[in-house]
Structures are given as structure tokens and as C-alpha cells.
């Protein structure tokens, strides 16, 4: 290999030993693997034709990442896992982790991972007990139901579910045969399951009369009912009313699963949204079951629950696929106490998703006044529109009040205020950038206007640079 070559791991360790901070402590394997990715860095920076290194400069380049990776840093470079500041307007951004977690989650998780806890200890016989009733006895408190199974996210819960009619047929309205994001599309979940997709209806009109012509013969075993959280139909479409169809269902002996998506816990109605059904009132309607999910618009951590019948419940909780399905003690205990503030009901103002819901315009309409105002002519504030996000309320939005930065190279603005940490993520619209403060924390909006103010002072990007 012609051309300067990079010192040697051993040369690189000698010199960060002899440094201020030797590696004392450390488990030598690992310390050798770092040292090596600095040098594969280094050859590839010497390839490029960068002037070489020398050991004592890769020595702290190989400390600075051991000591980033010792404090839970992603010390690799170009790292993406650095904190982020949400001012698209969409609430439940999937690209961005979807709900942040109230508080007490957060110190639930915290509790749980740091020490041990009665995740499968029944503290009145001392041995092993059902895994962390606590949260199941919430939600059967919030649904009205019989019992209840969590398990890592709604597409488990649903797959799972399913699973109930065997090799039985699965009868679905056409118009409900969607894809419930990451490529999971409902007639392959049904298939995957082992059962037998029967298709009821048409892609706009069901009735309740079609299910009972599909389930004359015999052979479904569950109905599907699958709420369209994702996407909205209009003009000229039907379909069934609940509680006829669970009557219809019941009298040829088939179980009825209604799978909610997002899950909705309070009424959405009351804050100006169209009303998303609720778990109880699906179970009030006559449902086995319901499957929802544990993130998105309850706001807590990535989970799946099932809810409904106590019989059915525990058939679920003894198949083979609940285990490999299950969450763990950390997503368990956040759970729980997310479900808790529902009950005590304080969640529309302890839950952040909720809390950005509910924000009222008049108090936006002032934070962007006071962020413009302080940043000086290159802003203004623009009334906007922010959606849910997140697979809930298609076509649902809440008015409200954004930056806006005029500009030639809007796009280009956009790179640079996701550079950095914190970096800002926004939405481009007629030509301005917008970033939209209901999907802002109060406690971000100085960190904000320093991030534009800093951009704004590097230069607005040229049209064509």
C-alpha cells in the first residue's frame, strides 16, 4: 500500500494510556474494538487524501468516544439519536418516535429498570404470579372489560386475536382489507395467522346483511371489524352498525374482534375533533374483544392491548405466541401508570400528546408573537393547521400559529435547522418554512429561537447553492 499508513492499535493504546485519562477499568476487548474503528476511520480519512494522525490525536479521538459511549452517548459519528425539537404540526410523528411520555411514565420506567419489582411475584403467597397484574386490572378499569392481555404493540395484539377462529374463516368488510402501516396489511395478517380470509360486502357499502349471508354457512369463526384510524372514506358509502352486527355474529356463534388502532381513551369530541370511538363503548356494543394500541393517542409507550371477555382473554394468555409477544417490565410499568392518570383523571393535562391537543390558539397565538418578535423582521407568525399523525384522525386538524421564514431555498433551510443538536425538524408551505408551535413544548421555545436565530445569522441558503 503506497502512501502514509495509520499507527498501530498497540501504538494508540500506548498513547492514550500515557494520557491524563488512562483506560484503567475498562474491559480490554472493548477498548481494543474502539481502537481499531478509529484506525479503520483514519485509513479511510488517509485514502481520501487527509494528512495522517498521529497516535497521541487518535488516542483522544479513542477517549472522547469511550468516555461518550460511558455516559450513553452515540459516540459514532453522524449519529442520529440526538434530541429533537417536533415543529411540523403533526402531533404523533412516527419519524420521530410518535408520543413522548408523560411524567409519571417516565419515573415509572426509570423505577423499573433500575431496580427489581413484583413483575411476576404474587406478594400475598410469595411465589410466581400472574406477570404485572397491575396493568391489566387498568385497563379493565377504564374499559368496563372482562379482563385484559397486553402485549408489544397493537399488530401482535391483533395477530394474536385473530388467531382465535384457527382454521376457520376470519369475515372482513372489504372497505376495513387496509394496510395498518409498515406493510401489515390486514388479509396477510388474517392469512398469516392460519386462518381463512372471507370477504364481505364491497370496498364502499357493507351492510350487516351481508355478514349475515357470509356467516349463514358456518364456517367464520370470528368477524373483524377494523376502524379506519389510518384513512376516511366519503360520498357514497355504508357500514354496518355495531351493535346489529354483534347480534347478527353472536346468533350464528361467532366471536366479534373490533380493532380500534389508535385507541382512544377520552373523548375526542371534546376538543374539537370528530369522535373516535372508545374500547368501552365498542365492548358496550356488543365486541369480544377490542385491540388498541398503547402509544399514539392514549400516549404512553409502544404497547398492544386486548380487552373483552374473560374466557377469550385467557385462551390468548395460554397460546404459545403470547410470550414471544409480551413487553417487558420497563413498558409494563410505563404503561400502567400512563393508564392511571386516565383513571384519576388528570390525563388531558399530564399527557403531552394531549396536552398539544388541547392547547388553546389564543395561548399559541402568544408564543409565536413573543418567538417573532425576538427574532427580528426575517420571521413572521402564520396561522396554520396541525394534524393528529401518528395512523389517528385522517383528515382531522386543529388550527394553529407557526414561524414562518420567507426564503429562496426553503429546503435548504430545512437541512440546516435539522443540523446540530437540538435539531429542529418543520414543513415546508407556499414557499415558508413553518414551524408550527403546538407540536413545540413551552419549555423548547427558547431553545428554538436560538436554533433559527443561529441559522438566520449563518445566512439564508442562495437559490441554486
Known amino acids: 500500500m503506497s502512501g502514509p499508513r495509520p499507527p498501530s492499535v498497540d501504538a494508540v493504546l500506548r498513547a492514550a494510556e500515557a494520557g491524563a485519562h488512562d483506560l484503567a477499568g475498562r474491559d480490554r476487548a472493548a477498548v481494543v474494538a474502539v481502537a481499531r474503528a478509529v484506525i479503520a476511520d483514519e485509513r479511510a480519512r488517509l485514502e481520501g487524501g487527509a494528512s495522517a494522525s498521529t497516535a497521541a490525536v487518535l488516542a483522544i479521538d479513542l477517549r472522547l468516544r469511550l468516555e461518550a459511549m460511558s455516559e450513553g452517548i452515540d459516540g459514532e459519528p453522524g449519529a442520529e439519536l440526538r434530541s429533537v425539537i417536533n415543529a411540523t404540526g403533526?402531533?404523533?410523528?412516527?419519524?420521530?418516535?410518535?408520543?413522548?411520555?408523560?411524567?409519571?411514565?417516565?419515573?415509572?420506567?426509570?423505577?423499573?429498570?433500575?431496580?427489581?419489582?413484583?413483575?411476576?411475584?404474587?406478594?400475598?403467597?410469595?411465589?410466581?404470579?400472574?406477570?404485572?397484574?397491575?396493568?391489566?386490572?387498568?385497563?379493565?378499569?377504564?374499559t368496563g372489560a372482562e379482563d385484559a392481555l397486553v402485549t408489544n404493540n397493537n399488530a401482535a395484539?391483533?395477530?394474536?386475536?385473530?388467531?382465535?377462529?384457527?382454521?376457520?374463516?376470519?369475515?372482513?368488510?372489504?372497505?376495513?382489507?387496509?394496510?395498518?402501516?409498515?406493510?401489515?396489511?390486514?388479509?396477510?395478517?388474517?392469512?398469516?395467522?392460519?386462518?381463512?380470509?372471507?370477504?364481505?360486502?364491497?370496498?364502499?357499502?357493507?351492510?350487516?346483511?351481508?355478514?349475515?349471508?357470509?356467516?349463514?354457512?358456518?364456517?367464520?369463526?370470528?368477524?373483524?371489524?377494523?376502524?379506519?384510524?389510518?384513512?376516511?372514506?366519503?360520498?357514497?358509502?355504508?357500514?354496518?352498525?355495531?351493535?346489529?352486527?354483534?347480534?347478527?355474529?353472536?346468533?350464528?356463534?361467532?366471536?366479534?374482534?373490533?380493532?380500534?388502532?389508535?385507541?382512544?381513551?377520552?373523548?375526542?369530541a371534546r376538543f374539537g375533533l370528530a369522535h373516535e370511538p372508545t374500547p368501552r363503548e365498542r365492548l358496550e356494543a356488543g365486541a369480544d374483544l377490542v385491540t388498541f394500541s398503547g402509544d399514539k393517542l392514549v400516549g404512553g409507550p409502544q404497547a398492544g392491548i386486548i380487552a373483552g371477555r374473560a374466557d377469550l382473554i385467557e385462551k390468548l394468555r395460554r397460546d404459545p405466541l403470547a410470550r414471544a409477544m409480551r413487553p417487558d417490565k420497563v413498558i409494563l410499568s410505563a404503561l400502567a401508570a400512563t393508564l392511571r392518570l386516565y383513571r384519576a383523571g388528570v390525563a388531558h393535562t399530564q399527557i403531552p400528546i394531549w396536552l398539544q391537543i388541547a392547547a388553546p390558539l389564543a395561548d399559541l397565538e402568544r408564543r409565536v408573537n413573543a418567538l417573532v418578535a425576538s427574532l427580528g423582521s426575517s420571521v413572521a407568525a402564520a396561522r396554520t393547521d396541525s394534524t393528529i399523525g401518528g395512523g389517528s384522525l385522517p383528515g382531522q386538524t386543529l388550527p394553529s400559529w407557526a414561524i414562518s421564514i420567507m426564503g429562496p431555498a426553503p429546503q435548504k433551510l430545512l437541512a440546516a435547522l435539522r443540523t446540530g443538536n437540538p435539531a429542529v425538524i418543520g414543513r415546508v408551505a407556499d414557499d415558508a418554512v413553518l414551524l408550527d408551535l403546538r407540536t413545540v413544548e413551552p419549555a423548547d421555545d427558547e431553545a428554538l429561537m436560538e436554533k433559527v436565530r443561529v441559522v438566520l445569522e449563518t445566512g439564508l441558503p442562495r437559490r441554486g447553492a
Open 90 to 142: 403533526v402531533i404523533l410523528h412516527t419519524n420521530l418516535g410518535r408520543a413522548p411520555w408523560p411524567e409519571a411514565a417516565i419515573g415509572a420506567a426509570i423505577m423499573a429498570a433500575s431496580r427489581p419489582s413484583m413483575l411476576e411475584l404474587d406478594a400475598g403467597t410469595g411465589r410466581r404470579g400472574r406477570r404485572f397484574r397491575a396493568v391489566e386490572d387498568e385497563v379493565i378499569g377504564l
Open 157 to 268: 395484539a391483533l395477530a394474536i386475536a385473530v388467531g382465535l377462529a384457527g382454521r376457520g374463516g376470519v369475515a372482513v368488510s372489504r372497505g376495513e382489507l387496509v394496510e395498518i402501516g409498515g406493510g401489515v396489511r390486514i388479509p396477510e395478517l388474517v392469512r398469516r395467522a392460519g386462518a381463512r380470509l372471507v370477504e364481505v360486502g364491497t370496498t364502499n357499502r357493507t351492510r350487516v346483511a351481508d355478514f349475515e349471508a357470509a356467516l349463514a354457512g358456518g364456517t367464520a369463526k370470528v368477524v373483524l371489524r377494523v376502524h379506519p384510524s389510518n384513512f376516511a372514506q366519503t360520498g357514497f358509502v355504508e357500514s354496518p352498525d355495531a351493535r346489529e352486527l354483534a347480534d347478527v355474529a353472536h346468533r350464528h356463534g361467532v366471536i366479534v374482534i373490533d380493532d380500534l388502532g389508535s385507541g382512544a381513551l377520552l373523548d375526542t
